[in-house]
Every structure is written in structure tokens, then in C-alpha cells.
């Protein structure tokens, strides 16, 4: 993925956005090409120096058995990775919403993001008991808070047994990852504010919140070394 300097996210960055993801995009290489599946995903930040994630898909599903394929043959053989594509908000720009189209013009329309691409290893893991560890730690994050949570203990233990013998759990440990933040951070301070102010207003509070504590001060400092740069320039400075 291209990641421009001023769009590049820090690690704390890109964990937060892990820790908070409910769906990727998991990515493999088979004997037949690629094949993805959108899965809910549980980061584990300890498991390993970058953290694991786990999910878990349904045994007939065969992207699982997608464990360490070799790609190539002979001495330019290799181990293929899997990819975990993980998104934050996003959302359209409309050039209506800046200043700098009242000022000069020079606007276009344009799609902010925030995305992840999380690299590692497939692995699958068909026993039965971390498994339910992973229908249970996965449950819990997305029943927590509700009035009354369901657990897997509350449905009949045979039929939960069946479900749980259908499917495999997957962990992908990340080995590396690309992320990037295409929020503004390169535009005026006044353009940002006024984005900010559109999204607040229909409801995009996510997307509101990390441009007013991630782009705004991006934007600012952006604009202070263009100022200072400009100052350098000016003819007996």
C-alpha cells in the first residue's frame, strides 16, 4: 500500500485501531488464487511482539487449510503470508464543505480512511477447547455493556457442542504491518475545522473525534512550517 510521510500512522495508532476493529478482511493465497472472507476479528496484544489476531470460520470454509503455502518452486520458493485488511471510519469530502473553495478554488472532492494491513502467518487451530475460548473472549467483547449479555454458556451444551465442532479457529500473529491515515492531515487548519464541524453534524462522531486529535494538530504544524518556510523566503529576511 502507498503510505505518503504525512498519511503514515505510529504503532500506538495502529493498535488503538486493532484493538478497536470489528470486521477485516482476511486475505490468503491457495492453489486457485486469492480468496478473502470478512470475519470479526479479536486482537491480542500480547500474544507476540505486534500483537495476534484470532477469529475463527466455518470448517467447510477452505481458506483455513491456507496454512503456509509455498508460492514458487525451487530455490525461489516461499512462504506465502496472509493479510488482515482492518478499516477505521471514512467517509466523502465534498469541496463544499471548505473555506479554500470560497478563497481560490483549488479544491476536489476527495474519500478519507483509515486502514490497516496486518501480515503474518496463518494458523489453524482445530482444538476443540481454544476454540470456545475464541467464540467466548469474541462474544464477550461484543455482549459487554448490553443489559443483559449473552454467553455461550446460556445455550443447550449438545448443540453448542455441534456448532463448536463446525468450525476452526484462525490466528494470524503479525509479523508486520502498513497503515495508513488519510484524514486531511494535509490540508488548511480552517478546512479541517469545517470537516470536523460537517461530521459532528451528520452523526460521524468517530471520524470526527481522531481528525480533531490526530489532523487538526497535524494540519497546524503543516501550516506552521509552511508559514516559517515562507518567512525564510521573503527578501531581506
Known sequence: MYVPAHFAMTDDQVRELL???EMGELVTHGEDGLHATPLPWLYDEQAGP????VAHVARTNPQWQHVNPQVGSGAGARTSEAMVLVRGPDQYVSPGWLPSKAEHGRVVPTWDYLTVHAYGPLVAVDDPDRVRDAVTRLTARHETGRPQPW????????WLEGQLRAIVRIEVPITRWVAKAKMSQNKTPADVEAEIAELR???RQEAAAYKQAVSLPAAQRRAQVLADVGRRRRPGD
Open 151 to 158: 454467553t455461550p454458556d446460556e445455550a443447550p451444551a449438545p
Open 201 to 203: 453534524g451528520s452523526g
Open 50 to 53: 505486534l500483537g495476534t489476531l
Open 19 to 21: 484493538r478497536t476493529c
